[in-house]
Structures are given as structure tokens and as C-alpha cells.
């Protein structure tokens, strides 16, 4: 009988269960390309309940767009390609085993991931404190529905209402912007949880290679993290006009 | 070195005492923190059976109160949500597991002469995400339950006691469960293929899977983020599905079968592809039209994406959107006609046995056709105006995931028993189970066509007068379809206790799961195999190979001949 | 006349589009006969011929491509026949003739409210549908999904909160109102329904889900199951003469001498009235009624009144616009009564406050 089931004759990092180094790679692969297609979906149904609401109610999608900072966002846009480039070099770099500067590139990848998340929280906060908030929260500031709406609150949303270059009054206040921003804070809100668990995948990536683990023959994870992040990437780019610069 | 198979058979030693999964290595943390594909299997089946019992517990509660008019053993808000952990337990906790996750963990990478899965670990850790997803389904039944039916609709789920977050957050997490299974055997049947099994040799019970986890993996996340809305809707009141605060209640309903409807080819695809196994084994022959069948698995993958509107037919959706969706649902109808043919087409000119597990894959035969024909009459839009949410429905649905699934589900359970446990069972008490399953189940779900079409409501806790006797037959099937299963919990209970010992291929099948050793060797086989023949070529295949007894009996009718 | 059947598989016809359906019903049904019988024959044949037994060896199957693109191509033709068939049953069924009388259904948790042309809103649960003229329905919610369901007419449609859906029909034979015990004393599809006579079952088939402890007249927890409504067909005279004067008298109180006392106590059972206030002077959700004609009322958030008619008529009307000193945590829905109904009421409540 085969008692050497255990022993390879493969490199260490081939698992047991592979035949060849390139079956392992494919798989891994092709198991990634599956986990973002399911990624897609998932987003997807975020994308058509934007698309229906945003069909019905479209002076809201308007005026709720003029209440997002889209400089904001803008900036936040440049940092998320920013960081797909470094990743991306990163991925190079590992394949030519390079360590040191695939290191360098991966930390410099979630030096600007952190940077998008500090500007978010900039965003988050300025609009839980004034009170643009979703569904029965709109004009809380705080989730605090007992105190009135600071000035700050009316003033910005007769600004937005301005700037859409619709004739209404403060009095006339879409109703569905509560909807718009319950659509904002998910949509945002996940791909927000997105980049935190790419920050947690690409420092794990980091530290393996830090180790060694990973050499011109083997860089699978560095190759598939990559790819992730570029869909988390990918998705900002969908989410920032399709928010930020409607109208 | 590798083996030929085709050439040579599994080694006599391995069944007396040689290496097997299960004595492989032992104690508790061996099989929870197990990356053997086969264990992970095992205990998938292990979680889908204690879960089918405790939705089994719940239908004949239902049926039980449903006995007689009026309140029976319990109150209306309990019936409600008796009813609800019962769909839901069976759907998210049981049917959808229950072939894919159990059977197909354990076989997948045996037909495919793969050591294992292509991710082992993320293998495992779907697993222990269905677990954990476990948990949460019981903290909502324990924390006051769920009353929304397994549906969730929109705006009553919105307004429902809080359990309801618990019993979404269930299924989120079941869902990913899935997704992960999914994306597993993606991998496994493109990348993992053993020298020899090229697409057209691919056995049909891998096609079936691979088509589901596509669903899986395509449709489940569109689920996950409803729920997840759903869940922000309660906590956040975000204003999507709510019409008090803005919301749609029927975009909640198209985002929710956009998911639900594929799930049911998630459901009833693993039946079918278990289904060929048990028709080629049992009438020795090539599943007829092998192609066209594959395809078909296939092809319902795909149109099943493109029919939810059928459950909607009265939501208030447009005229155009009903038309179109109900043409699409007619074509569906296709494929499954495909299917249905060539496994008739099988029989023909076959040496066909009547075998317990046969008797499963018969059942299914002509089970799933009265369920997909009675599809029909939903998809046609004016009769299901009259149709829907009736018991009809119900009927419909259960002929199909019972009568199908379940039925597949069984088949498979006595087919592969021998395979997975090593022990044969008392063929004489399986199909003594099997008549009463049979008998109970037609008893319990043809008086509900009846029920339903004169116009008994679904989910209803009382009923008029003129359904009473109705109601009484099906109930009382329904009891006759529990001592079935008590029969057959006890003759596997004894088999494992005292069942004598399985043969490496007691039924005589050409399938390569059948070449390796009973139980399967830790690595599925010694050595990776080489196919040098399709699963079903029985015309290929040496007298010992089809060989139903222990390998060294053949030597020694050799020997003597 | 004779009286319409219905047959093993489906309820007697009594709407204009009832027979159509049925039609497309039997069609697909004896396609489906046939089918089943094929592929179950064939099945049992070939597992009779070709047992297995001593010397039966299995065939190889050759190729059969003919054959498989028939039956791939084969039933698809029979589908697009279907289809086309079951389409037109369905428009013809969804396009309302121009002539139909307007009839605004509202369903709230466990209850039905029809308002009739010129505001008429009859009792709770009580739908009157005039013979050989097409209704059609507009219905609303205000709570939850609930669904209409009347089966003897084949109609279905669900009411959604936050939108308008609307069905329409055309009842064809007179209801049989008999008097009854229970359902079996009625013809076939009917039910016995309030004051003991037979009427049409109109069911809710959207779960709407189940209260704790809220009764209805028979005393039964109301819930999704028994959210139903009495369809009762009358001649369009009657229905014009209903149009006219509101809901009349139950016939078990009409003509005798407190006929508005016994009218107003049964209306204080079918409208629901019951479930929260009780009549001696037990506590719950809502106010007793129990000497409440005159007395005088304090109200949450100061203020009072007597209980006269206006008040009783604006608590009825318009429950929110004064709230009970005590009784803010239940809210009252508005009813929607007749003059008549009221002042049927108010007599009821007087008989207990004496
Ligand atoms: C395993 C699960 C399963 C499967 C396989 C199916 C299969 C089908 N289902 Fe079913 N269905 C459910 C599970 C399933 N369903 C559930 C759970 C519900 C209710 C959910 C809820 O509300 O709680 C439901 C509800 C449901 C509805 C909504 C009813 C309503 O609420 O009003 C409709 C409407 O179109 C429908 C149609 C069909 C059709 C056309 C098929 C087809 O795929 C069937 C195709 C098969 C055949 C047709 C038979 C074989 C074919 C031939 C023999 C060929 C020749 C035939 C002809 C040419 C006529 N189903
Ligand atoms: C896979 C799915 C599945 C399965 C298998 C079943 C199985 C059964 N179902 Fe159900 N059912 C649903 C899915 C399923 N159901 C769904 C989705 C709904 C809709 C819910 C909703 O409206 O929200 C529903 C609703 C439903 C209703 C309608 C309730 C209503 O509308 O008011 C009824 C009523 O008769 C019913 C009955 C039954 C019965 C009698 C069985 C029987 O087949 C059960 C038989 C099983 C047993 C009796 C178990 C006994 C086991 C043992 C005794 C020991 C064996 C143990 C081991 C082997 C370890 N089911
Ligand atoms: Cu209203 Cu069910
Ligand atoms: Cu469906």
C-alpha cells in the first residue's frame, strides 16, 4: 500500500490534495473569480434597488446628491486607485520575488486604504451629527429624535435643494430622501466593511511575506488578495458617480 | 505510480482492517476539526437528518392541529409560527444542505478521483458557518420565535417581534454557508479531475451539483443582501421595503424570489442528479441522451434566473411583467420534460432491480412529474389567479422538494449507506419503509390538490367545514409517512449497530465511486486513478468489476472455474 | 333554475369568468393526464419487461438525437399554445368593462370594509354584490399584506399598503341565504355566515399573521384564517335600495319594538366593538360602555366633554380626535358607520347606562 500518502514529492507549498504547483494555482484562482462573481451579485441587489428608487423619486436622488461632499468622495476615489495601482505592482513584484518591495507596496496599499476610512468617518460623522440620516432617523442629529434638528440641518438641505435647481421651498422636502440616504449608508456602509476586511487580508498577505512564505515559483495568495481588492475598488468606482455626481 | 481503474479493482485488504476514513484517526476533535472531505460529509449528514426530524415534528404538529376545526393543540399566533419554523427549518436548515453539502462532500471528489476538495479548510469552515448559522435559528426559536411564514413578506416581517432579525440573520448566514460550498465544488470539478474523467465522462450526480453550486453561487447573495436590507429595515428603518416610510413592500418580494426560485433548482437538481445514479446502477446501462441530460442540469441553472415573477402573480406587478414571466416559466417545463424522458428511455431494454434505493428513484420519477405538471397550472396566469396561496400550492411545492428531493434524498442515503458506513442494511425493512413513505405521502399531499383547488387558503389555522374531511386524509398520511421513517431510523440504526459488512460495490455499479475500498481509504484511493472508461459504461466493464460481493470470493469463483 | 355545481376539483361557477378559467384549467389538466399516463405506462412496462432475472443482460443505448430534439421541440410548441391560451383568459379577466360599479375595499388586520358608490360603507365583513353587473374592486390597506380571495368567482388580488391594486367581476346566480347552523347546511361553496345565513366565503390568502387575544364575534381569536367576509349577491334592485339607504336591520331584529337596541348590540358584535370594550364595566383595552351614555369624559391631555350623541358620533368617526383620560396605549381604528348604525348605537349604549 502507499504508506507515504503524507509525504510529497511536490514542493512544501503544494498541499496534499494537489497534484502540480500550476493545479494548485488555477484552482485557487478560479475559486476567487467564483468569490467575486458571488461578491457582484451581492452588490448587484443593492445597485437595482438604487436604480427602482431612484427612478421613482428622482428630485430626492438629486437634492440627496447635492447633501454628499462629492470632493470628498472625489479624493476618496483617487486614494482607491491608488491603491489598486500599488497592489497591483505588488503582485508584480512578488512574482519577480522581489520581498522587500512587495512588502513596501502592500504596506503602502493599506496606508491608503486607511486613508479612505478616515475620510469616511469624516463624512459619517459630519451627517449623523447634523441628522442626515435614513428612514425614520432623517433629522435626528445623533439618532437623537427628541431634540430638534440643529440649524445646521436646514440650512444644508435648502443649499441641496438649491443647488438641484429645484423651485421648492424648505417646506416642500422630498419625502423619499430618507430612502436615498437608507440606500447611502448600506451601500457605503458595506463597501466600508469591504475595505476593512481587505485592510485585515493585505496585512496578513504582508506578514506571510514577511516570513518568507512567498517566492517567484509561489505568490498565490498575494495574486488572489489583489484581485479582491480590486473589486472593492472596482465597486467604489460604480458607487462614487452614481452618488456623489447624479444631477 | 498510479492505478488504471477499468483495469484493476480495490485491493481485498483495505475492507478487512486496512486504513479507512473512519479509523483513520479518532476521538471528537478528529472529526470537528476534520479537512477530509468525507467526514465533513458525514457530519453534514448527521446536522441535515436532526434538523429534517425536527421540521418533520413540526408538519405533524401542523397536520395535527390541522386534524379538526378550531383550536386542536394549540393557539392561532402558535400555529403560525409552528408552520414557519417548519418551512424554514426544512428550506434553509435541511433541504438545501442536504444533498450538495452532505452527499456531495462525500462523493464529489470520489467520482472525480480527487484526494479531496480543491479549499479542504474553507470546506471546513462552511461547515462550521451552517453551524453557527444553526445557532442563530435557535436563539429565534427559543427568543419567541418567528410568525412571518418562511417568506418574510414585507411590511408584516418589518413590524414583527425582533426574533425575526435572529431568524434572518440565520439564514444570511446560512446562505454564506452555501456560497462557500459552492464556489468549493467550482473549483473542485473544473481543477481536480483525475487523469481520464474529461467532461463527457464527467458522472451526471457532478453535473447536478456543479449546476447547483452555480445557483448557489450566483443567486445566494442576492438573498444575503435582502435579508441583510430587511434587517437594516428593523434596526434602521431605512425607508426600502416599508410603505410607511417610503418603502416597497413588492420590490421586497421580487428581491426575495429573484433568490427563492433558483433556490428551488438548488433543491431539486441535487435530486435529479442523484436520480441518474440510482437509474443507470439499477437497470445496468447508460443514462440515456448522457449529453442532452447534462445539459439540461445546465439549462434549468440558467432559465431558473429568470422566472421569480411567477410568485407574484397577484402582487400588484404590471400586466407586461406578468406575461413575460410567465412565459418564461413554461420553458423551464423543457429541460425537466428532458430529463423525465431519458430516464424512461433508460429503463428501456435495461436489467432493471428493484432495489431499495431504486424503489426511491422510481418514486422520484413519477413523484416529480405530478409536482412539475401541477407547475403548469401555476405558471398559466389565470389559473393561478385562482391557485395561489392555496393548499394547491402547497401540494405543488411539496410533491416536488418531497416527492423529488426528499425522495432523491433517501435514494441516495440507501444507495451510498453501504459506501459510507461500511454496513449493509435489512433490505426487507427498507422497502417496508418505502411503501409506507410512499403511501403516507400521497395520502398527505393529493387530498391537498383537491383542497387547494376548491379553494382552501394556505396558511390558514381554521378552516371551513367542507374541508374537513380533506384535511383529516391528509393528516392521517402524514402519520403514515412518520411510522415510515420511524422504520427507517430503526433499520439504519441497526445496521450501524449490527448491519453485516459492505462489499466494496454491493449494488454492481460501473460508477467510480464504487472502485475504491468500503469505507474509503483517508485519500479516497490508494493511488490516483486513471478512467479509462465513462461512469455508466456497463458494455466496458470486466465481470469483476461489476463484481457485488467481496473481492476475494470473485478470486475464488475464479479459481474454481 | 338549477343550481350551478361544482365538480370534484373545482367550486361551482358563479362569475362571468369563472367558466373560462375553468376551461384553461382542464386543458392543462388533461395534458397533463396524458402525460402522466405516457411516462408512468411506459415506466411501469419497461420495468415489467425488463426485470431483472437470470440471463437478462442490459443493452447498450446507441445514439437517438432524432428523437431527443423532438422531445425537447415537441412540447415546446404544446407551451407556447398554453401560454397564448392562458394569456388571454388572463386579459380578458384583468381589463374591468367600462359599466363596472366602483367598490373601495379596505383591509386592515383581520378585518374587510367595503364602501359602496356614494360613500354607502355596509357593515364590517359584509360584501353586497348586485347580480349580472360587472364590480370592480379597488382595494387598499392599512396595515399589512392582505389578499382577496373570492373562490366561487375565481378571483384573486392582493391589497398592498401604499398602493391601489384592483380586480373586477361579474356575479352571475343570486346567493343562496338560506338560514343555517353550520357550513354544511348550505349549498355546495357557500358558507354560513353571519345571522346564521348563507353567503359566498370571501378568504384574506396574504398571510397577515395572528394577535394576541383579540376576539371576534364567535368569540374566536381573530387572525389571518379568520379574516374572512360574507359575499352576499343580491338583485340590483335590492343593491340600488342598499345604495340608497345605507345597511339595513338585521333580519332577526327588524320589526320587533327595540328593533335600533338589538341592532345596535349586534353591530357592537360584527364590528369588533367587542374586542375592546366590554359592556359591564369590566376593565380592558378600551373604555366599558357601561354607563358611559352621559357621563361626563376627561381627556388625556386635558379637556372634557359629556357623552352625548355628537361626541359619540366623533369617537366613532374619528376615535383620535379626543383620547380617554387612561386609554392612550390602544388606538381605536376609525369605523366608518351609517347614520342608521350610529344611532343603532347609541340606543344599545343607553339600554346600559340605566
Ligand atoms: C424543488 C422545488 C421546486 C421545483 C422543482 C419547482 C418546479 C416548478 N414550479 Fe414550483 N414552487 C416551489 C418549489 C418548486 N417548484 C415552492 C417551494 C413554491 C412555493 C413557495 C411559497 O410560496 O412558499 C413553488 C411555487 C410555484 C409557483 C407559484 C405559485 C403561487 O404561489 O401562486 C409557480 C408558478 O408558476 C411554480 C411553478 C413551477 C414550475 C413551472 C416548475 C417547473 O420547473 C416544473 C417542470 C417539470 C415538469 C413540467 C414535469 C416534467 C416535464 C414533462 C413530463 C415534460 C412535458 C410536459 C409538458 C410539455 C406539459 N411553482
Ligand atoms: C424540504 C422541505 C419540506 C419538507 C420535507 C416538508 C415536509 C412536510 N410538510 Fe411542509 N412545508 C415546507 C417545506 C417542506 N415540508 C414549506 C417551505 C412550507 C411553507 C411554509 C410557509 O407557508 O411559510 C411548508 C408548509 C406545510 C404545510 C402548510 C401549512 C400551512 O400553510 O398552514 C403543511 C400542511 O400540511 C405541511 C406538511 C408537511 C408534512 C406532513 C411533511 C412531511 O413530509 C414530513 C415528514 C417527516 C417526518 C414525519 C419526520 C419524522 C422523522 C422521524 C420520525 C424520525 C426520522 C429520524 C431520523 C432518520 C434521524 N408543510
Ligand atoms: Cu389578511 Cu390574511
Ligand atoms: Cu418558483
Known amino acids: 500500500m502507499a504508506s507515504d500518502a503524507h509525504a510529497h514529492h511536490g514542493p512544501a507549498y503544494l498541499a496534499h490534495h494537489f497534484e502540480t504547483p500550476a493545479q494548485q494555482f488555477d484552482a485557487a484562482k478560479l475559486g476567487m473569480w467564483a468569490f467575486l462573481a458571488q461578491e457582484v451579485l451581492f452588490f448587484?441587489?443593492?445597485?437595482?434597488?438604487?436604480?427602482?428608487?431612484?427612478?421613482?423619486?428622482?428630485?430626492?436622488?438629486?437634492?440627496?446628491?447635492?447633501?454628499?461632499?462629492?470632493?470628498?468622495?472625489?479624493?476618496?476615489?483617487?486614494?482607491?486607485?491608488?491603491?489598486?495601482?500599488?497592489?497591483?505592482?505588488?503582485?508584480?513584484?512578488?512574482?519577480?520575488?522581489?520581498?522587500?518591495?512587495?512588502?513596501?507596496?502592500?504596506?503602502?496599499?493599506?496606508?491608503?486604504?486607511?486613508?479612505?476610512?478616515?475620510?469616511?468617518?469624516?463624512?459619517?460623522?459630519?451627517?449623523?451629527?447634523?441628522?442626515?440620516?435614513?428612514?425614520?432617523?432623517?433629522?435626528?442629529?445623533?439618532?437623537?429624535?427628541?431634540?430638534?434638528?440643529?440649524?445646521?440641518?436646514?440650512?444644508?438641505?435648502?443649499?441641496?435643494?438649491?443647488?438641484?435647481?429645484?423651485?421648492?421651498?424648505?417646506?416642500?422636502?422630498?419625502?423619499?430622501?430618507?430612502?436615498?440616504?437608507?440606500?447611502?449608508?448600506?451601500?457605503?456602509?458595506?463597501?466600508?466593511?469591504?475595505?476593512?476586511?481587505?485592510?485585515g487580508l493585505i496585512a496578513w498577505i504582508m506578514r506571510r511575506n514577511q516570513k518568507g512564505e512567498f517566492s517567484a515559483d509561489y505568490n498565490t495568495p498575494v495574486d488572489i488578495v489583489a484581485l479582491y481588492w480590486h473589486l472593492v475598488d472596482l465597486i467604489w468606482i460604480y458607487l462614487f458617480p452614481l452618488l456623489y455626481l447624479i444631477d | 505510480m498510479t492505478v488504471e481503474a477499468g483495469t484493476a479493482v480495490p485491493s481485498g485488504d483495505a475492507h478487512e482492517g486496512g486504513d479507512n476514513y473512519l479509523t483513520h484517526e479518532t476521538g471528537l476533535k478528529s472529526w470537528l476539526f476534520t479537512l477530509d472531505h468525507k467526514r465533513i460529509g458525514l457530519m453534514y449528514l448527521v446536522s441535515v437528518l436532526v434538523m429534517f426530524f425536527l421540521g418533520g415534528v413540526m408538519a405533524l404538529l401542523v397536520r395535527t392541529e390541522l386534524l379538526f376545526n378550531g383550536e386542536t393543540i394549540m393557539e392561532a399566533d402558535t400555529y403560525n409560527k409552528v408552520f414557519t419554523l417548519h418551512g424554514a427549518i426544512m428550506v434553509f436548515l435541511f433541504i438545501i444542505p442536504s444533498v450538495p453539502a452532505a452527499m456531495g462532500n462525500f462523493f464529489l471528489p470520489i467520482m472525480l478521483g480527487a484526494k479531496d476538495v480543491a479549499f479542504p479548510r474553507l470546506n471546513l469552515a462552511s461547515f462550521w458557518i451552517y453551524g453557527f448559522g444553526t445557532i442563530f435559528a435557535i436563539v429565534a426559536i427559543v427568543a419567541g420565535s418567528v410568525d412571518t411564514g418562511w417568506t418574510f413578506y414585507t411590511p408584516y416581517s418589518a413590524r414583527a417581534d425582533s426574533s425575526v432579525i435572529w431568524m434572518t440573520l440565520a439564514a444570511f448566514i446560512l446562505g454564506f454557508s452555501s456560497i462557500l460550498t459552492g464556489v468549493n465544488f467550482i473549483a473542485t470539478v473544473h481543477k481536480m479531475r483525475a487523469p481520464g474523467i474529461h467532461w463527457k465522462r464527467l458522472p451526471l450526480f457532478i453535473w447536478g451539483i456543479y449546476a447547483t453550486s452555480v445557483i448557489q453561487v450566483l443567486a445566494t447573495p442576492v438573498l444575503a443582501i435582502t435579508l441583510l436590507l430587511l434587517i437594516m429595515e428593523k434596526t434602521l428603518t431605512i425607508g426600502i421595503f416599508d410603505p410607511a416610510l417610503g418603502g416597497d413592500p413588492v420590490l421586497y418580494q421580487h428581491f426575495f424570489w429573484f433568490y427563492s426560485h433558483p433556490a428551488v433548482y438548488i433543491m431539486i437538481l441535487p435530486g435529479m442528479a442523484v436520480v441518474n445514479e440510482l437509474i443507470a446502477t439499477f437497470s445496468q446501462r447508460k443514462i440515456f441522451g448522457y449529453m442532452f441530460v447534462a445539459m439540461s442540469s445546465v439549462a434549468l441553472a440558467l432559465l431558473g434566473f429568470l422566472v421569480w415573477g411567477h410568485h407574484m402573480f397577484t402582487s400588484g406587478m404590471s400586466e407586461y411583467a406578468t406575461m413575460v414571466f410567465s412565459a418564461l416559466t413554461f420553458l423551464v417545463a423543457i429541460p425537466s420534460g428532458v430529463k423525465v424522458f431519458n430516464w424512461v428511455a433508460t429503463l428501456y431494454e435495461g436489467s432493471i432491480s428493484f432495489a431499495s434505493p431504486m424503489l426511491y428513484g422510481l418514486s422520484f420519477i413519477v413523484l416529480f412529474t405530478i409536482g412539475g405538471l401541477t407547475g403548469l397550472f401555476l405558471g398559466t396566469l389565470s389559473t393561478d389567479i385562482h391557485l395561489h396561496d392555496t393548499y394547491f400550492v402547497v401540494a405543488h411545492f411539496h410533491y416536488v422538494m418531497v416527492g423529488g428531493t426528499v425522495f432523491g434524498f433517501l435514494g441516495g442515503l440507501h444507495y451510498w449507506w453501504p459506501k459510507m458506513t461500511g454496513k449493509m442494511y435489512d433490505e426487507k425493512l427498507a422497502r417496508v419503509s418505502w411503501f409506507l413513505v410512499f403511501v403516507g405521502f400521497n395520502v398527505t399531499f393529493f387530498s391537498q390538490f383537491i383542497m387547494g383547488s376548491q379553494g382552501m387558503p394556505r396558511r390558514y389555522y381554521d378552516y371551513l367545514d367542507q374541508f374537513q374531511p380533506l384535511?383529516?386524509?391528509?393528516?392521517?398520511?402524514?402519520?403514515?409517512?412518520?411510522?415510515?421513517?420511524?422504520?427507517?431510523?430503526?433499520?439504519?440504526?441497526?445496521?450501524?449497530?449490527?448491519?453485516?459488512?459492505?462489499?466494496?460495490?454491493?449494488?454492481?455499479?460501473?460508477?467510480?465511486?464504487?472502485?475504491?475500498?468500503?469505507?474509503?481509504?483517508?485519500?479516497?484511493?490508494?493511488?490516483?486513478?486513471?478512467?479509462?472508461?465513462?461512469?455508466?459504461?456497463?458494455?466496458?466493464?470486466?465481470?469483476?468489476?461489476?463484481?457485488?460481493?467481496?473481492?476475494?470470493?470473485?478470486?475464488?469463483?475464479?479459481?474454481k472455474a | 333554475m338549477t343550481e350551478p355545481q361544482g365538480t370534484v376539483q373545482l367550486p361551482p361557477q358563479l362569475s362571468t369568468i369563472a367558466p373560462e378559467v375553468d376551461d384553461m384549467y382542464y386543458l392543462i389538466y388533461w395534458i397533463s393526464v396524458v402525460f402522466f399516463v405516457v411516462i408512468t405506462g411506459a415506466m411501469l412496462y419497461f420495468m415489467y419487461k425488463y426485470r431483472r432475472r437470470p440471463g437478462r443482460k442490459a443493452k447498450a443505448p446507441g445514439h437517438a438525437t432524432a428523437l431527443e430534439i423532438a422531445w425537447t421541440v415537441a412540447p415546446l410548441f404544446l407551451l407556447v399554445y398554453l401560454f397564448h391560451m392562458g394569456f388571454q383568459t388572463y386579459i380578458h379577466g384583468s381589463v374591468a368593462p367600462d359599466d363596472a360599479v366602483d367598490v373601495r375595499v379596505r383591509a386592515m388586520q383581520w378585518n374587510w370594509e367595503f364602501e359602496h358608490p356614494g360613500g354607502v360603507i355596509d357593515e364590517m365583513n359584509l360584501f353586497k354584490v348586485p347580480v349580472n353587473k360587472p364590480v370592480r374592486v379597488i382595494m387598499s390597506s392599512s396595515d399589512v399584506l392582505h389578499s382577496l380571495f373570492i373562490p366561487a368567482f375565481r378571483v384573486k388580488r392582493d391589497a398592498v399598503p401604499g398602493m391601489y391594486t384592483s380586480l373586477w367581476f361579474e356575479a352571475t346566480e343570486l346567493t343562496d341565504d338560506r338560514e343555517c347552523e353550520v357550513d354544511a347546511d348550505c349549498p355546495e361553496a357557500h358558507q354560513c355566515g353571519r345571522n346564521g345565513t348563507c353567503a359566498l366565503p370571501l378568504f384574506c390568502t396574504e398571510y397577515c399573521g395572528a394577535p394576541q387575544n383579540i376576539q371576534d364575534s364567535a368569540g374566536r381569536n381573530t387572525n389571518h384564517s379568520t379574516m374572512m367576509a360574507d359575499v352576499r349577491v343580491i338583485t340590483q334592485e335590492a343593491y340600488q335600495e342598499f345604495l340608497e339607504l345605507g345597511p339595513p336591520p338585521p333580519p332577526e331584529c327588524e320589526g320587533s319594538d327595540d328593533m335600533m337596541e338589538c341592532w345596535g348590540e349586534q353591530l357592537y358584535a360584527v364590528n369588533g366593538c367587542v374586542g375592546c370594550h366590554s359592556v359591564d364595566g369590566s376593565a380592558g383595552p378600551a373604555p366599558t360602555w357601561q354607563g358611559l351614555w352621559g357621563a361626563q369624559r376627561a381627556f388625556d391631555g386635558g379637556g372634557s366633554a359629556v357623552a352625548d350623541e355628537n361626541y359619540i358620533r366623533e369617537s366613532i368617526l374619528q376615535p383620535q380626535a379626543n383620547i380617554v383620560e387612561g386609554y392612550t396605549a390602544v388606538n381605536m381604528p376609525p369605523y366608518r358607520l351609517s347614520d342608521r348604525q350610529i344611532d343603532a348605537i347609541i340606543a344599545y349604549m343607553q339600554t346600559l347606562s340605566e
Open chain 1, 44 to 199: 448587484s441587489g443593492l445597485f437595482v434597488a438604487y436604480g427602482i428608487f431612484r427612478n421613482w423619486y428622482p428630485e430626492a436622488f438629486s437634492i440627496g446628491s447635492h447633501l454628499l461632499d462629492w470632493q470628498m468622495g472625489g479624493i476618496n476615489t483617487v486614494i482607491l486607485l491608488a491603491s489598486s495601482f500599488t497592489a497591483a505592482m505588488a503582485v508584480r513584484a512578488s512574482q519577480v520575488g522581489d520581498r522587500k518591495q512587495t512588502t513596501m507596496l502592500l504596506g503602502l496599499t493599506i496606508v491608503f486604504a486607511f486613508g479612505f476610512m478616515v475620510v469616511k468617518y469624516f463624512e459619517y460623522t459630519h451627517k449623523i451629527h447634523v441628522g442626515i440620516l435614513p428612514g425614520q432617523y432623517w433629522g435626528c442629529p445623533s439618532f437623537d429624535c427628541g431634540t430638534a434638528a440643529p440649524e445646521a440641518f436646514a440650512e444644508e438641505v435648502a443649499a441641496a435643494i438649491d443647488a438641484a435647481h429645484l423651485n421648492a421651498g424648505p417646506g416642500m422636502v422630498p419625502y423619499h430622501l430618507r430612502s436615498f440616504f437608507g440606500i447611502y449608508f448600506v451601500m457605503t456602509g458595506l463597501h466600508g466593511i469591504h475595505v476593512l476586511i481587505g485592510i
Open chain 2, 471 to 559: 384535511h383529516m386524509a391528509s393528516s392521517g398520511g402524514a402519520y403514515i409517512l412518520g411510522l415510515g421513517f420511524i422504520v427507517m431510523a430503526y433499520l439504519f440504526w441497526k445496521s450501524l449497530r449490527s448491519g453485516e459488512k459492505a462489499p466494496p460495490n454491493p449494488w454492481a455499479s460501473a460508477g467510480y465511486e464504487w472502485m475504491t475500498t468500503t469505507p474509503p481509504h483517508p485519500h479516497n484511493f490508494a493511488e490516483t486513478p486513471v478512467m479509462k472508461r465513462g461512469p455508466y459504461d456497463y458494455h466496458l466493464c470486466t465481470e469483476e468489476e461489476l463484481w457485488d460481493g467481496f473481492p476475494e470470493d470473485f478470486e475464488a469463483k475464479k479459481a
